[in-house]
C-alpha cells in the first residue's frame, strides 16, 4: 500500500495531530489521526468515563439557505424521509439521502438553526467520503429560490464523554441546557461555534462547528481541560460500533433502504403516510409488509472477532452478511453488525458467523450494545 | 545460547537448537495497535515459511502471521488466550505465537539479524 501523504488534504488541525504524536493514516482523501499515543483501547475507556475530543472536520458542512424555513425544508425534503417542515428552530435530525429506487446515497445531519435571523436556513453534516457527490446530488435539484453553499472554511470538532457536560458549561455556560438534537450558536472560551448536542459515540456529547482559523486555538484550549484527551478514528469506529450506529459504505449503502437498514425511527409519521421522497414506494410497502432483510446487532461466543464480508449461516446455510465488525472494548468480547432475513432478526436466534473457515456461534441482540448516554429530556 | 532472526514480514523466530520460537516483532505489534486476539495453530501441523502460520488481531484489522521458517508446531502460547495484550507489551518475550521443530534450517539465512532489521526498519518507515 503506497501511503502518498502528500496528495491527500488535511484539516485545520493536521499540525496539532502531529504534535501530539497521533498515528496519521489516509481517510476519505485525508491525512486523519487513526490513534495517539494511548491507543485505540485507551481512547475508548477516556471516552466513555472522561471526554474524548475528535477531530471530524473531513466531514462535509453545507448551508441550504432559502427564503423561510418552509421553503427550504420542503426543497430538502423533495430528497429525504425525515420530517423537516416539523423542526424547531435549533432541534436537529438525522436522516439519508435516498436515490430513485430507496437506496441510500449518505446519512446526513440537519439541523434547523436557533438564532431566528437565520431563519430559512438549514445546516447540514455530510460523510467526508461522499461530500462531493453529495452536493452535486442536492444542488440542481433544488428550486430556484434554494441554493446550496458548502462551507469550505468550518472545522468540525466532537467532545464525547459522560464528562462532556462539565467541560462545556465551564467553558460555553449554557451548553449544558442543550438536550440531545438540540443546537445553538455558543461562544466556547471566548470563540464563536456552532454547538450541538450529538455525536456518534453513544455518549453525552457535543458537535462544535468552528471557523477553520480558530479551530487549532479551541482545540487546544478544550485540551487544556483535566477531563479531556484526544481520541482518534480508531476509537470513533469501535464507539459508534458498541453504540449500534451505522458506517456509511459498510452498514447502508445505494443497495440498502432505511427500511432495511432498521431506521424506520428517522422516518416520522407525517413522511411515512405522505411519501413525497425517493423510493417513497418501496419504503411504503417494506415498511407495510416488512423489507426482504434487516440490519442486526451480533454477539459471538469466544473472542475471536468477526470482521466486515463474514458471512452469516443458519443450518449450513448462508442467510446473510456482517457489514461491521471487531471487539468491544466497553464489553471486552466480539460484537457484529450484519443483515439477516426478517425470519432470523428475533433477539435470542441463534446463527453461526463464518470466520476463516470456522463457524463461530453468534445469537441476534438488541442494538446498542452499550446503553448510551444521550442527553434527552426528562 | 540463541539467536534472533527477522522476517521482512516483521515476524521474529528465536532459535534454540532445532526449535525455533516465533512471534512478531516490537515494529509489527507498534503498527498494529492493540492486540485483542490471537488465533493459533494446532500442535503437530505443519507450517511452511511465507505461508500463514498464525492470526492476529488488532482492535482496527486481522492479520496474518508467516512463519519465517517450516517445520512442525511443537507449542503455542496459549496465555495469549486470555492476555492478548501481551503481545503489545512484550512481543518478543511473554508475547510469542509458537514454537516449531525445524524442517530445513538452512532457512534461516534468509532471514535478517538484529542489525540487519533495524537497518531494514529505516527503509520502511
Redesign the interface.
Known amino acids: 500500500m503506497t501511503n502518498d501523504s502528500a496528495s491527500l488534504q488535511r484539516t485545520p488541525l493536521h499540525a496539532a495531530h502531529a504534535a501530539h504524536g497521533a498515528r496519521l493514516v489516509p481517510f476519505a482523501g485525508y491525512d486523519m489521526p487513526v490513534q495517539y499515543p494511548d491507543g485505540i483501547l485507551a481512547e475508548h475507556a477516556w471516552t466513555r468515563t472522561q471526554a474524548g475530543l475528535f477531530d471530524v472536520s473531513h466531514m462535509g458542512q453545507a448551508l441550504l439557505v432559502g427564503p423561510d424555513h418552509d421553503t427550504a425544508a420542503r426543497a430538502l425534503e423533495a430528497l429525504l424521509p425525515a420530517d423537516l417542515r416539523g423542526l424547531k428552530p435549533g432541534q436537529q435530525r438525522y436522516s439519508q439521502l435516498l436515490a430513485e429506487d430507496g437506496g441510500i446515497l449518505d446519512d446526513l445531519m440537519v439541523t434547523r438553526p436557533r438564532d431566528p435571523a437565520r431563519e430559512g436556513t438549514l445546516f447540514l453534516v455530510v460523510n467526508a467520503a461522499g461530500k462531493r457527490a453529495d452536493y452535486v446530488h442536492i444542488a440542481p435539484r433544488l428550486p430556484a429560490d434554494v441554493r446550496l453553499v458548502p462551507q469550505e472554511d468550518l472545522a468540525l470538532i466532537a467532545l464525547q464523554g459522560p464528562q462532556s457536560e462539565a467541560v462545556m458549561a465551564r467553558l460555553a455556560p449554557g451548553a449544558e441546557t442543550l438536550t440531545f438534537m438540540h443546537a445553538a450558536p455558543l461562544e466556547v472560551a471566548g470563540i464563536a461555534c456552532h454547538v450541538s448536542r450529538s455525536g456518534y459515540t453513544g455518549e453525552n456529547g457535543y458537535e462544535i462547528s468552528v471557523a477553520a482559523a480558530a479551530a487549532a486555538a479551541l482545540w487546544t484550549r478544550l485540551l487544556q481541560e483535566p477531563e479531556v484527551k484526544p481520541v482518534g478514528l480508531g476509537a470513533r469506529d469501535s464507539l459508534r460500533l458498541e453504540a449500534g450506529l451505522c458506517l456509511y459504505g459498510h452498514d447502508i449503502d445505494p443497495t440498502t433502504s432505511p427500511v432495511e437498514a432498521a431506521l424506520v425511527w428517522s422516518i416520522q409519521k407525517r413522511r411515512r403516510e405522505e411519501g413525497g421522497f425517493p423510493g417513497a414506494a418501496r419504503i411504503q410497502r417494506e415498511l407495510a409488509d416488512g423489507p426482504a432483510r434487516v440490519r442486526v446487532g451480533l454477539t459471538l461466543e469466544g473472542r475471536a472477532p468477526a470482521r466486515e464480508g463474514a458471512e452469516i449461516v443458519k443450518d449450513g446455510e448462508t442467510v446473510g452478511v456482517v457489514t461491521s465488525g471487531g471487539f468491544a472494548p466497553t464489553l471486552g468480547a466480539p460484537i457484529a453488525m450484519g443483515y439477516v432475513p426478517p425470519a432470523l432478526a428475533a433477539p435470542g436466534t441463534g446463527l453461526d458467523i463464518l470466520v476463516r473457515g470456522r463457524a463461530l456461534p453468534a445469537k441476534v441482540v438488541r442494538m446498542p450494545f452499550v446503553a448510551p448516554r444521550y442527553a434527552r429530556k426528562n | 545460547m540463541s539467536e534472533i532472526r527477522y522476517s521482512k514480514d516483521h515476524e521474529y523466530v528465536r532459535v534454540d537448537g532445532d526449535v525455533a520460537t516465533i512471534g512478531i516483532s516490537d515494529y509489527a505489534q507498534s503498527q498494529l495497535?492493540?492486540v485483542?486476539?490471537v488465533?493459533l495453530p494446532e500442535i503437530g501441523k505443519a507450517v511452511a515459511q511465507g505461508k500463514e502460520a498464525a492470526?492476529v488481531?488488532?482492535?482496527?484489522?486481522?492479520s496474518e502471521v508467516y512463519a519465517p521458517v517450516s517445520g512442525e508446531v511443537v507449542e503455542v502460547n496459549g496465555a495469549l488466550?486470555g492476555a492478548?495484550a501481551s503481545v503489545n507489551e512484550d512481543p518478543e518475550g511473554q508475547g510469542w505465537f509458537l514454537k516449531v521443530r525445524m524442517s530445513n534450517p538452512a532457512e534461516l539465512e534468509g532471514l535478517m539479524s538484529a542489525d540487519a532489521y533495524a537497518d531494514f526498519l529505516k527503509t520502511v518507515s
Open positions: 495497535g492493540d485483542v486476539y488465533e492470526v488481531e488488532s482492535v482496527k484489522a486481522a488466550e492478548p
